[in-house]
């Protein structure tokens, strides 16, 4: 069974095609128009996904060494996301499935990535068997959810207000440093020192309201951003310029440890011995190396996919597409799309159909 994944929920436009759960092709194209703003501008990633899409899946479907018409299958992303960069793949994905005569599958952005471990990454692929406790982190999500041995899921964190994408993004920003922040920061924090400044950490067992602590896997990054702002008031240009490195390795382990914290007590709480992070978020090098020492410390086996699996890609959409399917799942005719999906409805527990 061939399905072609289209991805175009934030600023990467993407097409991918997988075939009986092998990726076949995975193609993806991220927007730069956004780095003089500071941020994504919504308007400006439709326009590039509008601009993109057609010659993306062009290049997935001939990269796959098949035709279109040689496709079982189209999926999409139909929420959470922007909801006109969503619209523009959802809306394409649904006129090429109608023109071909094939089903087509609306995909949960949030849920591809928990279920991104399923991904076939090569021979020697491991997807988490029995339960596991998923750690999605991206610029617009950061969520903890148990996923049940038959694929049910329960969300049992999630932010409270920023996520630690966002941390990354606007703290850098503080900096003075290019968007997206989030990779000059883990750069540069490589030659720093993480214990230059303690920021505070919310919600943890570090933070003045350690009380509310226990049994808490929620999260809160709010307070570390105003807490960069403040401190950053009171140096000089000279002396932030003169230990950026420290800085930065200071704000990204504010936010590492937290994460990594709430991972391993949800998987220990829980009796689970399996972990795995997805969204962009997780191709950051010092949250790998943590989560696997913290992993390797409590014996608990830890599943990362490929840094270009990690980040918003369509092999995703395309895999989860397919695991739907052979769990019964029956294809839609037409689907309007739904930006914010059931996640910001407050649901905490779900399951794939």
């Not at 092998?22 to 400006?44: D, K, R, W, Y």
């Not at 649904?94 to 849920?111: K, R, T």
């Not at 850098?172 to 230059?196: R, W």
């Amino acid at each position: 069974m061939n399905i072609l994944g289209i991805e175009t929920s934030c600023d990467e436009t993407s097409a991918a095609v997988v075939c009986n759960g092998q990726v076949l092709s995975n193609v993806v194209s991220s927007q730069h128009c956004h780095s003089a703003f500071g941020g994504v501008v919504p308007e400006l990633a439709s326009r590039e996904h509008e601009r993109l899409i057609v010659s993306i899946t062009d290049f997935a479907v001939t990269e796959a060494n098949i035709t279109k018409n040689e496709l079982d299958v189209i999926a999409a992303t139909a929420g959470p996301g922007l909801i006109g960069a969503v619209m523009v793949g959802l809306c394409f994905a649904q006129g090429l499935a109608y023109s071909l005569g094939i089903p087509f599958v609306p995909i949960n952005h949030i849920e591809a990535h928990i279920f991104s471990p399923f991904i076939n990454e090569g021979d020697s692929h491991q997807h988490p068997e029995g339960s596991f406790i998923s750690l999605t982190v991206s610029g617009g999500h950061t969520l903890l959810s148990v996923v049940a041995q038959d694929l049910s899921y329960e969300v049992i964190g999630r932010t409270l207000d920023d996520a630690a994408g966002e941390a990354f993004d606007k703290t850098g920003k503080m900096l003075g440093l290019p968007y997206p922040a989030g990779p000059v920061i883990d750069k540069l924090a490589e030659k720093g020192d993480t214990s230059f400044h303690k920021f505070p950490r919310a919600l943890t067992s570090q933070s003045q309201t350690s009380k509310s602590y226990f049994g808490n896997f929620d999260f809160s990054f709010s307070g570390l951003k105003t807490s960069v702002h403040t401190w950053l008031q009171k140096q000089t240009p000279q002396f932030i310029e003169l230990h950026l490195a420290d800085i930065a390795a200071s704000i990204q382990w504010a936010i590492v440890s937290v994460l990594v914290e709430k991972t391993i007590l949800a998987a220990r709480s829980r009796g689970i011995k399996t972990v795995s992070i997805a969204g962009g978020v997780s191709a950051n090098s010092t949250l790998r190396k943590a989560m696997k020492d913290a992993c390797d410390k409590h014996s608990i086996f830890l599943h990362i996919p490929g840094i270009v699996y990690s980040t918003d890609n369509a092999a995703m959409i395309a895999t989860l597409a397919g695991v739907k399917l052979t769990r019964g799942m029956k294809a839609e005719h037409c689907y309007n799309v739904a930006p914010y999906a059931s996640f910001a409805a407050g649901a905490r527990k779900a399951g794939l159909k």
